[in-house]
Nanobody, 125 residues
Framework: QDELVESGGGLVQAGGSLRLSCEASVITYSNYHIGWFRQAPGKEREFVAAISRAVGTPHYADSVKGRFTISRDDINRRVYLQMSSLKPEDTAVYYC??????????????????WGRGTQVTVSS
């Protein structure tokens, strides 16, 4: 059984919206922060957003702040990434991840120890 399973990717026009979903296993959801990373072609994987395990505090990369919203459903063990005002530069494979540490200095990031398989998001101009 996969620890993290993403869904919800697809093709959208610039300015549009998409919602990604990540379902986590019981152990993963109970013990780790859950976040999203993305990797565009030819670029390194980068942090997008995370939500803390205990309190549910959201954390965002500067590049998506104000456009993306991370939330969670504790009953169904799901974490969502609502993406709005999408830009062509948001095109990437988006990965759900679980980690034990969220850092805020020098920038928001999460140390991930488990990954989903990824879901493609393509934003056309």
């Amino acid at each position: 059984q996969d620890e993290l399973v993403e869904s919800g990717g697809g093709l959208v026009q610039a300015g549009g919206s998409l919602r990604l979903s990540c379902e986590a296993s019981v152990i993963t959801y109970s013990n780790y922060h859950i976040g999203w990373f993305r990797q565009a072609p030819g670029k390194e994987r980068e942090f997008v957003a995370a939500i803390s395990r205990a309190v549910g505090t959201p954390h965002y990369a500067d590049s998506v702040k104000g456009r993306f919203t991370i939330s969670r459903d504790d009953i169904n063990r799901r974490v969502y990434l609502q993406m709005s005002s999408l830009k062509p530069e948001d095109t990437a494979v988006y990965y759900c991840a679980a980690g034990s540490t969220i850092t805020t200095i020098p920038s928001r990031d999460m140390t991930a120890s488990a990954w989903g398989r990824g879901t493609q998001v393509t934003v056309s101009s």
